[in-house]
Structures are given as structure tokens and as C-alpha cells.
């Protein structure tokens, strides 16, 4: 895959795409990335990209011609282009995943006040990453990139894109690591029982209470299942089911304590 970026502020991606993940999936050649400045693209002959919004009003505008014109030298047949916008589709999980499909994505970062209304004819998709106001499409632009470069094959494990939040509808249940406990704060038992069936079970039954409480936007989006009933139904029980003290009794001996 490839990504072009386009913006004002090529620096900005410096950091990004130097350290962690994103770096070793960059070194490993699984995508390539672009950085393109608009402002080499401008006619003025000082390098404006933007000017005042037409018919009056706060701020400045960015131009359309620099922006079409940078536009124009980077895109194939076969780039998807995508404006980051308040006016777009929130992106979502599904939303990365589908992009990884994608053999060439081209991001416009805008900034100012706007852009011009004109620029949106060039475009094939419109994104927003939440219902705030930031300072330009940098972040937004780095937020979806990162979400859909840790999916493209290589750049983490199988295992670790599986258990992820939203992969299945749902929030991730909690995750812990040593000590066992700290400042009279103890890792559940349960996950130190051996008994990978009641593993699994305990999680999911962590991630419908978590979603529910927390999300319960996704929760009312998720399709629940006859064995989810039953572990929403042991949730409000608030007791623990035989199966967990089985699970629990057997495993006494594994309890890192």
C-alpha cells in the first residue's frame, strides 16, 4: 500500500513515521509512504495558499488551486482520495479495515479556517474522527493512518489485532500484567486458573459488562448471542457461576501469588 499526504505542514509526520509500529512497518516495506507540501503546488508568487473567505467572515481559506494541483500529481487510477472534514463519515474500525483493501490512499490535511468548497469535487471520501474542532486535518490524517497501517499484514501480530476493541462489536476485556497485587489491588484469579475455555468465558462476559456500561452506543449496535444472554444474565446476578469456581478451585495451585 501507499499513502500520499497532503499538507501545509509536512513536519508535522516526522515523529510519526519514526518511531514505533508505524517506523518498523515502514522499514519493513509494508507501505510507503508520501509526504507532499500544497504550498510547493501555490501560483503566488509568495507562496500563499490561503486568503479571505469570499463574501466576508472569520479566518482564512485555503485555496483550491494549490491544493487540485498537488491533487492532480499524485493521484492514479487507482488512489481513493479522502478529505478529513466535520462534514464526513465518523471513522470507525470497520472503516480501517476496509481502507487496508485499498492499493493507494491519498489524505488531504486542511487547515485554516477551511478549504475551498470546490476542492470536495476531487474527492471520493469524507472523514471525520469526532464532533470537536482541531487546529487542521494533521492529527485526523495520523489517527486514520495509524489505525489502518497496524492492520496491513506484518506490521503486528494475528493474535494481537483478534482480541482488539471494536473487532468484535465490543470493548476489549481488561488486561493485566505482574505484580499480582499492588497496593492491595489483585489480578482477577480466574487468570491464572489454566483453564483457557474459562479464560475466554470470563473476558467476553468483561467486555459485554465494560461495553454495556461504558459504550452503550456499540452495546445497542451488538448482536447478542444465546451464550451472551447467559453470561449478561450471571452479570446481574452479581454471583459467581459453578463454572468459574470450578475453574477457580482447580486452578488454586497456578494463583501467582
Known amino acids: 500500500m501507499k499513502i500520499t499526504i497532503l499538507t501545509l505542514f509536512p513536519e508535522f509526520f516526522d515523529s510519526f513515521i519514526n518511531t514505533s509500529i508505524i517506523k518498523r512497518a515502514l522499514d519493513k516495506n509494508i507501505f510507503e509512504i508520501e509526504l507532499v507540501n500544497i504550498r510547493n503546488f501555490t501560483k503566488d508568487p509568495h507562496h500563499r495558499v490561503d486568503n479571505y473567505p469570499t463574501g466576508g467572515g472569520a479566518g482564512l481559506i485555503m485555496q483550491c488551486q494549490p491544493i487540485i494541483d498537488a491533487l492532480k500529481r499524485c493521484k492514479k487510477d487507482n488512489s481513493k482520495v479522502i478529505l478529513t472534514s466535520p462534514r464526513g463519515k465518523i471513522f470507525i474500525q470497520e472503516d ?63 493474535e494481537s489485532i483478534e482480541d482488539e476493541s471494536f473487532n468484535n462489536g465490543l470493548l476489549e476485556y481488561p488486561q493485566y500484567t505482574f505484580p499480582y497485587d499492588y497496593e492491595g489491588d489483585a489480578i482477577p484469579d480466574i487468570l491464572f486458573c489454566g483453564n483457557h475455555e474459562a ?59
Open 96 to 158: 480501517a479495515i476496509k481502507l487496508t483493501k485499498e492499493e493507494h490512499l491519498i489524505f488531504i490535511a486542511g487547515h485554516y479556517e477551511g478549504i475551498d468548497e470546490r476542492v470536495n469535487k476531487y474527492v471520493d471520501q469524507l472523514y471525520s474522527i469526532g464532533d470537536y474542532i482541531m487546529t487542521g486535518g494533521e492529527i485526523p490524517t495520523m489517527a486514520m493512518c495509524d489505525a489502518i497501517i497496524r492492520l496491513l499484514d506484518g506490521a503486528i501480530t494475528k
Open 199 to 257: 479464560i475466554a468465558k470470563w473476558r467476553k462476559k468483561q467486555s459485554l459488562k465494560l461495553t454495556k456500561e461504558l459504550r452503550p452506543d456499540l452495546f445497542s449496535k451488538y448482536t447478542i448471542s444465546k451464550k451472551d444472554l447467559k453470561l449478561l444474565k450471571e452479570l446481574d446476578e452479581e454471583k459467581t457461576p459453578k463454572w468459574e469456581k470450578d475453574a477457580l478451585e482447580k486452578g488454586a495451585k497456578f494463583i501467582k501469588k
